[in-house]
């Protein structure tokens, strides 16, 4: 009887690599274990993904069909990475409005660039539930520091990494305990960290509970690769490598189908 997840570690020169190999390493070797959102099993593994040139093309892999639709079809086809939906979303927050009006839990942006941001949905479900009302005081003069709007974690990394670049504190987070242990739709994005070395080079690194490795990980590399990339010219520094760590990296018994023609192709254009 298996009775630990295994632990999985990927490297790629790009992005489209990494999502490839990822989905073999994952395929063949993850553990089918039983999942939240069905009776269904998934495969699953905690996996590192390192890619040492994260901005050399192909930024997805064209057999990644989501991400393929996402990036080359519709009114972003032919717009720069930069420009494309996803990416607006991440940097500049276009889907925030979604949070406040209760149609969606979180935004990545939000949890950044607004972390706490009171939302009267939860706010309400916390009441309900007889949930604590997180309150946050300044260490110095022992005053309620209000969250009304949010913290700007990314403005306060900028201003530190600025200030101390060779720091290791260099990071942010998503998430929010009092509110997502008790709500659904909890963020699967948990921290960003950045090591910034000989003060010309940044890495930047991603750690993920969960994620949909073959609908959603390539997505979300080029659009945090993208993030990062932003991230780096606001410090002046070169994007030179994206460290990518997941928990429960997964792949779901409704894709199996999919995944299994995707290596079938593989074989088959291999032996031709």
């Known amino acids: 009887m298996v009775t630990q997840l295994p632990i999985l570690y990927v490297e790629a020169e790009t992005c489209g690599e990494a999502?490839?190999?990822?989905?073999?390493?994952?395929?063949?070797?993850?553990?089918?274990?039983?999942?939240?959102?069905?009776?269904?099993?998934?495969k699953e593994a905690s996996v590192l993904i390192n890619i040492t040139n994260p901005l050399k093309e192909p930024r997805f892999s064209r057999k990644d069909f989501i991400s393929v639709t996402m990036f080359m079809t519709g009114p972003d086809k032919k717009k720069p990475y930069r420009e494309k939906q996803y990416v607006r979303d991440l940097i500049d927050g276009d889907m925030d409005h979604r949070v406040l009006e209760g149609i969606e839990s979180y935004t990545y942006h939000e949890r950044l660039f607004c972390w706490g941001l009171v939302q009267p949905k939860h706010l309400a479900l916390l009441k309900e539930k007889k949930k604590?009302?997180?309150?946050?005081?300044?260490?110095?003069?022992?005053?309620e520091f209000k969250v009304e709007d949010g913290i700007n974690q990314l403005e306060m990394l900028i201003?530190?990494?600025?200030?101390?670049?060779?720091?290791?504190?260099?990071?942010?987070?998503?998430?929010?305990?009092?509110?997502?242990?008790?709500?659904?739709?909890?963020?699967?994005?948990?921290?960003?960290?950045?090591?910034?070395?000989?003060?010309?080079?940044?890495?930047?690194?991603?750690?993920?509970?969960?994620?949909?490795?073959?609908?959603?990980?390539?997505?979300?590399?080029l659009g945090f690769t993208e993030f990062a990339k932003w991230l780096a010219e606001r410090l002046n520094l070169e994007f030179v490598q994206y460290v990518d760590f997941s928990n429960s990296l997964h792949i779901y018994k409704s894709d199996y189908d999919q995944v299994e023609r995707h290596f079938e192709i593989i074989k088959k254009r291999s032996q031709v």
């Open 132 to 143: 604590p009302l997180v309150k946050i005081f300044d260490s110095i003069t022992q005053k």
């Open 19 to 42: 999502w490839e190999k990822a989905v073999e390493a994952v395929w063949y070797n993850g553990l089918e274990i039983e999942q939240h959102y069905s009776d269904e099993f998934s």
């Open 159 to 221: 201003k530190k990494a600025k200030e101390e670049p060779i720091s290791r504190k260099l990071q942010v987070t998503t998430w929010e305990p009092h509110k997502d242990l008790v709500i659904s739709g909890a963020p699967c994005l948990q921290r960003i960290w950045i090591r910034i070395i000989e003060q010309k080079y940044m890495v930047f690194e991603t750690h993920w509970r969960s994620r949909d490795l073959y609908k959603a990980v390539g997505a979300n590399i």
